[in-house]
């Protein structure tokens, strides 16, 4: 039985330190470990959901994922109605100051108390050491200009990191966290623990070779740090045995880049060998896979054409390229049945064929709107099959609730002129300002996000954007620190609050953002409607409880918008046509600030 006391406190300030360590261990040989229980029991559900007093939100694959409707919450009263650009209904709610004042989050004692009882029904292996961190989601409202006014603590969360074998563990698979409202009431809950008991030791790589297997699947430039050797808990799904794993520490000029995996036990990823062939536009190709541990899941895409969940041994489709882009790369990324992933590219410049062997590495850590609604997508890492995953989830989620994609582009399709201002040259009145809700996936730093192709250039920077004067209520950024506070100063008000003329809400993340086998954006789109179990979550609930179920712990992420006279905000939007949904709040009517900043 596993215990915590209330000496062992982590609060948002560790970040990604908590996660992972900065060296790897220079051991020759780590154990693996066999899967005894995938996921959560019905039995184990079942007494969650009778000790937290919640529904049992057990689904098909083990995993134990609540969200409840107090989550987070911000006391909101209602002070007006009317109707947007497009004359869908809104409600204007104001936060209710003297509720806040009033809100005393759960002592952090406490909260560790009751967390003993999550980790005595969760069963916990004995191999997993668990290390608890206590971190609070915060409301933080500033002026117009950016600057602090209040910082208001709203719920106590205990999430929980585990080591394994004395290295550090993460992935969807290792997931135990809860977060108790004042009264000790549990509002969010996940458990996605499986049952593990040692094996045998294997040879492992030495950091060096680990490092030289991150370059391959990074592109030429970005920098590699020494990998943290440790174990990634993949999805839960038929996962048999774990090994050891490194995780790559890559960076640009710009700052850290997202990390990616590769397996630290030589021959135990499976092999790919593929062949393709381009005539004009028409492209065929072809795989052969071998190694690891069978089945396979096959995954293909395309620098030029958005493919929608490609996994046969074969593809064939037509380049749909944007623009003057006229090279082409087909990518396969292959994971066995332990999650684990290798990935091959083949160059196709023109008519003629190319093939490629698989190189260990590439995956990750693991009711109808009511009115003309629309969504976009652009993401900019097209070779990454986690980045493919959340454009395709995001799509067939919103797909399975009437809700239409009007543009998907990926890789170089993608252009930064899509989110630029049409004062500045622009196209964001076709693209990104003409849609609802946007969801972007790539590279980014505190100062902007990056892309591929160069229409107009690589980059947006907040001077470039000016988001919501048209349409766009919600932007999502995939995306590593756009949203970081540099100075401890609360600076992405600062940075980014210019470009929130209308905009309802900017979702994106402190810390780093990981490459999510399985992609983030369908997770993120199903918490926007009604399931078995519970009702829609708020656009900015359903951002935090996709961070919660799938970013390692310790990542922070953020949600932030803008305060109209009286304090009304769009705190409590709910997606269209599922709950009630705030007005633009314009720059020019704008008061303040608001942010909503919480720890995985």
């Not at 184990?44 to 409707?69: C, E, M, S, V, W």
């Not at 050491?129 to 719920?155: E, F, M, N, Q, Y």
């Not at 009711?367 to 993401?379: K, S």
């Not at 049409?422 to 892309?451: E, L």
Request: with cysteine.
């Amino acid at each position: 039985m596993n215990r915590i006391t209330a000496s062992v406190l982590l609060g948002a300030g560790a970040l990604l330190a908590a996660v992972l360590p900065a060296t790897a261990s220079a051991a020759d040989t780590a154990p693996v470990y066999h899967v005894t229980q995938e996921g959560v029991s019905a039995d184990q559900g079942a007494r969650l959901a009778a000790a937290f007093n919640i529904p049992n939100a057990l689904d098909k694959t083990g995993a134990f994922a609540y969200a409840g409707p107090n989550f987070g919450q911000v006391p909101l009263r209602r002070v007006a109605a009317g109707k947007d650009e497009a004359g869908r209904p809104t409600v204007s709610q104001a936060i209710d100051t003297k509720a806040l004042a009033a809100i005393r989050p759960l002592p952090d004692s406490d909260a560790l108390d009751r967390a003993n009882k999550l980790l005595d029904i969760a069963q916990v292996s004995p191999e997993l050491k668990p290390i608890p961190s206590v971190s609070h989601t915060k409301l933080t409202l500033a002026d117009k200009l950016g600057r602090k006014l209040s910082d208001t603590p709203l719920d106590t969360a205990v999430s929980f990191r585990f080591e394994l074998g004395g290295l550090p563990v993460s992935g969807q698979g290792a997931k135990l966290r809860a977060t108790f409202a004042g009264d000790g009431s549990v509002t969010q809950l996940s458990d996605t623990l499986r049952g593990l008991e040692p094996g045998a030791h294997v040879p492992i790589w030495l950091p060096a070779q680990a490092q030289q297997a991150c370059a391959k699947l990074y592109a030429p430039g970005v920098r590699q740090g020494t990998p943290t050797l440790g174990y990634v808990l993949p999805p839960l799904g038929s996962v048999q045995t774990i090994y050891p794993s490194y995780t790559c520490n890559p960076s640009t000029a710009l700052g850290p880049q997202t990390r990616r995996v590769v397996p630290a036990v030589d021959g135990v990823a499976p092999k790919a060998v593929i062949k393709a062939s381009r005539v004009g536009q028409a492209i065929t190709a072809s795989a052969s896979v071998s190694g690891g541990t069978a089945p396979y899941r096959l995954s293909w895409s395309s620098s030029s054409t958005a493919l929608v969940r490609q996994t046969a041994a074969k593809v064939a489709y037509t380049r749909k390229p944007r623009g003057k882009y006229t090279g082409e790369k087909v990518t396969l990324q292959v994971t066995d049945a332990n999650g684990i992933s290798s990935t091959a590219s083949v160059a196709l410049p023109g008519t003629g064929s190319a093939s490629a062997a698989s190189t260990p590495g590439g995956g990750g850590f693991g009711a109808l709107a009511v009115g003309p609604t629309d969504v976009g997508i652009e993401q900019t890492v097209d070779e990454w099959q986690c980045a493919q995953d959340s454009a395709i989830g995001f799509k067939a989620q919103m797909a399975a609730h009437a809700i239409p994609t009007a543009f998907d582009w990926r890789g170089y399709s993608a252009f930064e002129k899509d989110f630029k201002d049409v004062t500045k040259s622009g196209w964001d009145t076709t693209y990104v300002d003409n849609v609802d809700a946007q969801w972007y996936t790539g590279h980014g730093w505190p100062g902007g996000f990056t892309f591929k192709s160069s229409v107009d250039d690589t980059s947006i920077v907040p001077g470039d954007a000016r988001w919501g004067d048209r349409d766009l209520e919600w932007l999502q950024l995939e995306s590593c620190q756009v949203l970081a506070d540099t100075n401890g100063k609360w600076d992405y008000f600062s940075r980014w609050g210019g470009t929130m003329d209308g905009l309802h809400m900017l979702n994106g993340f402190h810390t780093n953002a990981f490459c999510i086998g399985g992609g983030t954006g369908g997770r993120f789109a199903q918490y926007l409607f009604p399931d078995w179990y519970r009702g829609p979550l708020t656009v900015r609930n359903a951002w935090a409880q996709m961070a919660i179920d799938k970013e390692p712990s310790g990542v922070v992420y953020r949600s932030m918008g803008n305060i109209a006279p009286g304090g009304v905000t769009n705190i409590g939007d709910y997606f269209w046509g599922q709950g009630p949904t705030g007005p633009d709040i314009r720059l020019a009517n704008r008061v303040g600030m608001w942010s909503i900043t919480g720890t995985v």
